[in-house]
């Protein structure tokens, strides 16, 4: 198990570095320069610009002296914000982005596997039927529009909760923790029933429905750990995919998360700071996709086995 | 699985046909599946006559009449520039049916070849081609369709394959589990002791194997795609106005719930209702592939 | 399930309903404090006013910082601020400023004379990188010292004769130039400040943090939380610091006009940065004393790209310029109280109002076209009108090309772009019809018409006039007021008879202000104040 985690960390550097390259060449594809605005900036002055940045240098040395740079774990100034390094925009956007995503997930786990395993033990009956609606409403319902729902609801025509800001009045974390898990909640709640009731059908579990378990022992102690496998699959990318997918909601809630800076860096061609963003997300996707398979391997003694014995 | 089924596994892929009749035997039966089939083929007929029976033009505006609620002339009431929205949803079933299914189809395709080769091959070949899935997922999305815009102009083609492109990375994942996960089971390694070649034990007895999990992810991947495609055109790759898509209508809508309700409400319905008949559809073709939800 | 959804819900209201005892909102906690909470679009870049750009970026720096002048904030007249007083030669070419003895910065150091001639001989340095540095050009030789053609500020118009005297010399009679004193390319910086982060011509040092920030506003730094919060308190130092009432203002970067929108009904903002055109309607119809709109001084307008076919031919040009029906876009459209344009520079610009005039003519449209050799549109080419990604452009293109279609019976295709390919696209040529707008920086018609001279930075549209550009240089020596605007008269007449633009409508801004806001006045350069605005409360009874 050891040698696996250690063989995983190892396989991330490559996956970093190609991320790293891959954008690097890629944003500078892109056309719009980060100083184009809608007044023409006058050529005299963008070649200072140019010049302060180091974008007059060849492609190739400007890639050299990035990753140099990036070795030492030092991401440069944004060009959008030039008095901000990328490291402090990280810093300062981060706490924020993982609060609002771990509030989001325990929401999505608590809701949806809840649904998905009372639904898969009476499959096609009204204990399937409404969650598993609720479910694909909040499935269809996208955040863009879920969010300035609830909005209205709780915000404008109630008047419960504050409308936007994060921690700065009581309550206002709620409406967008709710708005980001409620998909995930969703989908959980779907993935969770397909794979319990995959397991429910298997014959061990017919076994000890024959022996006479109870539904409760049968749930817990044996089909569940088969059951959220595909969740736990599923789980790894979708945290990383929430970190990321949480634009829409920070905008939406005005939270100062990282997601809005990867977004508006992406318009604003902010070369480094899309470029610090999309490692650092990508090293957490990593993170998780290795977390994910971690616990993978643990529900599931088989594939320990398997990659074990490699 | 355990060994008692092992032939009839086995034997799957000799007598698929009659295994198929038997798959749609139990479709027949199930009322839900049914249904949803109905209603989706209905939107697929609507989809395709509708240059014949749309009420109005999608482009024809009526600046005067401006939003106005369902009414005895426009059933489904009129957009700001006083486009009938009938009109409007019927043709951009068109666009968003047609999005949703190819690229769902492509990603579909790509993920679950990738997801079942890495797992079943596993090794060397998993780690790399899992930190090839690893490292496209994080690319920026915004900056890869802004270059493919830009390269390669506007076009639908450009729109299913950057859609697909994205979406198979998560089925690639879900089915590599699953495929870790029965790759030890008997069946499996009887059939590789039988020296049947990788492919066809791939083909023939992994994919069959997960489609349940897969067939659930696929129905939730279609509405995303379908939504997936307004965040696109706004990138300014895919259909461009006066043309409608289901998602730009919903993404249009949302601005003014407060105030025309009736722009958000219709066009997020008729979404639902197909979301809905999918998924009882994917429910059916499910039980109805899995050989063993039959003997419950 | 059902029971465990109930419980979650009763908790939810529950734990809303703790929160809810208090009914008092943002806003009214802030009308007590004298805290004004406004939305200001997008995230600040930076707040150094030598090298920035943009509107939120201005808007913290009004707070921040203080030019020579200012204006009035009702009658926009130019108005004491730093400099007490002034003189100006007969031939309009010498300004001499007395500075005011009470002037001081924020860290109680006196402002002299000297401070202005080293802060723009600063915004002028080459290296600082200040794209707004040919605001100074009317200045003597300041172009030249910009484009490093002269390495001595000496020689440079700006001198200071004493201690709070500072005297500036001009290329050419400027009438705009006390205006220009309140841009902020115009503003002082505090030179001992800046050196301790930094050289002088460098941007983007410390020196602008909360903590090291020193200015010469009526308000200083408080708090800067990137994507949260920049928030200003008063400077105990300004000289007028009497009259300012407010304690603090909060900006909130604020990209979503929806999501300002909703902050303000749910009382956590005091004003909006502007209201999307699809809310506009329920206000006016409600009649809601919150909703503003003020005339605005710029244009919006369609550019045509005349190096293509068939934009080249200049009938085609009038042929889609005389036939739409700016009245309807302006009434059901963009719904704010909008004026349909049919020239470039806006109505009344101080005295200004272009005689110059596009007409709305279908029947000549049609004409022009067939002229052209597309009777009734048989025939006519492939034409692409792009805009940058938005709503409300795209609204606005529709219905154009609508009007194109019934009118001349043409198609013309849309196609929406991402914001940096939509301007490398402009800048490169590489369009048909593109959308365009404009803001005045000062109140003076060349503002405008300047944008239009051949190969300007800014007029993208391939088009040129010998004749426009030399009346574009009479202006500047022109003797009088009268002279100079029969030469702007000339040139908007030359640019609608040749309509490489198609103007649409001026602009108006659209906005929320609560009631509570008070010292606040409307006008058409969007110019407000913040030492003359207080708070409160307008509610009646307890709510």
Known sequence: MLRFIIQRCLQAIPVLLLVATVTFFMIRMAPGGPFDNERAVPPEVLKHLNERYHLDDPLWKQYADY??????????????????????????????????????????????????????????????????????????????????????????????????????????????????????????????????????????????????????????????????????????????????????????????GLGRFYV????????????????????????FNLLADIVLVWLNPKVRQDLGGK | MSANTLPTALLDSEKGRSLTQDAIARLKKNKMAMLGLFVLLFMVVIAILTPWIAPYSYEEQNLDLGASPPSAAHWLGTDTLGRDQLTRIMYGSRISLMVGFIATAVALTIGVLWGAIAGFVGGRVDAVMMRIVDALYALPFTIFIILLTVIFGSSMLLLFLAIGAVEWLTMARIVRGQVLTIKRQEFVEAAISMGLSPWRIITRHLIPNVLGPVIVYTTLTIPSVILLESFLSFLGLGIQPPASSWGSLISGGVETMEEYPWLLLFPGLVLTITLFSLNFLGDGLRDALDPRASKD | MKALNFLFLISLIGFTLSGCGERKTLVDIGTEAQILHIGNGTEPAEIDPHTTTGMPEYHLQMALFEGLVSKHPETLEIIPAVAERWTISDDGLVYTFFIRPTAKWSNGDALVAEDFVLSWQRALSAALGNQYANMLYSIKNAEAFHLGKITDFKQVGVIALDRLTLQVTLENPTPYFLQILDHHSAFPVHLPTLLKHGRMDEAATRWT?????????????????????????????????????????HFYPIDQSLVEERMFKAGQLHKTETLPSS????????????????????????????????????????????????????????????????????????????????????????????????????????????????????????????MWKKALNIDVSLQNQEWKVFLSNQQLLNFQIGRRGWIGDYIDPFTFLELFVTNGGNNNTGWGNSRY??????????????????YFHEAEQILVDDAPILPIYNYTTNYLLSQDVKGYFPNTMDYHPYKYMYLESSKKGNN
């Open chain 3, 469 to 486: 550009d030399e009346l574009m240089r009479l202006s500047t020596s022109a003797k009088t007021r009268e002279e100079r605007y029969e």
């Open chain 3, 209 to 249: 943090r909360p903590e090291n920030f020193v200015g010469n506003g009526p308000f200083v730094i408080k708090e800067w939380t990137p994507g949260k919060v920049f928030s200003v308190q008063r400077n105990q130092y300004y000289w007028d610091a009497a009259t300012v009432r407010l304690n603090e203002i």
């Open chain 1, 67 to 256: 990753m140099v740079n990036l070795l030492q774990g030092d991401f440069g100034p944004s060009f959008k914000y030039p008095t901000h390094t990328v490291n402090d925009l990280i810093a300062a956007g981060f706490p924020a982005t993982a609060e609002l995503s771990l509030y989001a997930i325990l929401f999505a786990l608590v809701v949806g596997l809840t649904a998905g395993v009372f639904a898969s033990l009476r499959s096609n009956t009204m204990q399937d039927y409404i969650p598993m609606s609720a479910a694909m409403i909040g499935i269809c319902m996208p955040t863009f529009v879920l969010g300035p729902i609830l909005l209205l609801v709780f915000g404008i025509w109630l008047g419960w909760l504050p409308v936007a800001g994060w921690g700065q009045i009581p309550g206002d974390k709620i409406l967008p923790s709710v708005t980001l898990g409620f998909a995930y909640a969703a989908y959980i709640a779907r993935i969770s029933r397909g794979g319990m009731l995959d397991v429910l059908s298997q014959d061990y579990i017919r076994t000890a429905k024959a022996k006479g378990l109870s539904t409760a022992r049968i749930v817990f102690v044996h089909a569940l750990r088969g059951g959220i496998t595909p969740v736990i699959s599923f789980l790894g990318p979708a945290i990383a995919g929430l970190l990321a997918g949480s634009f829409v909601v920070e905008s939406i809630f005005q939270i100062p």
């Open chain 3, 279 to 402: 809310k506009i309607e329920r206000y006016r119809q409600n009649n809601s004393p919150e909703y503003r709109s003020n005339l605005y001084f710029g244009t919006y307008y369609y550019a045509f790209n005349v190096t293509r076919k068939p934009l080249d031919d200049v009938r085609i040009r009038k042929a889609l310029a005389y036939s739409i029906d700016r009245e309807a876009i302006t009434k059901h459209i963009t719904r704010g109280g909008q004026l349909p344009t049919y020239a470039l520079t806006p109505p009344d610009t101080l005295g200004y109002t272009p005689r110059a005039k596009m007409i709305y003519d279908i029947d000549l449209a049609r004409k022009l076209l067939a002229e052209a050799g597309y009777p009734d549109g048989k025939g006519f080419p492939k034409l692409e009108l792009v805009y940058n990604t938005s709503q409300d452009h795209q609204k606005i293109a529709v219905a154009i090309q609508q």
């Open chain 1, 264 to 287: 508006m860096a992406a318009f604003n061609r902010d070369y480094t700071l899309i470029l610090g963003l999309t490692i650092f997300f990508a090293f957490l996707i990593v993170l």
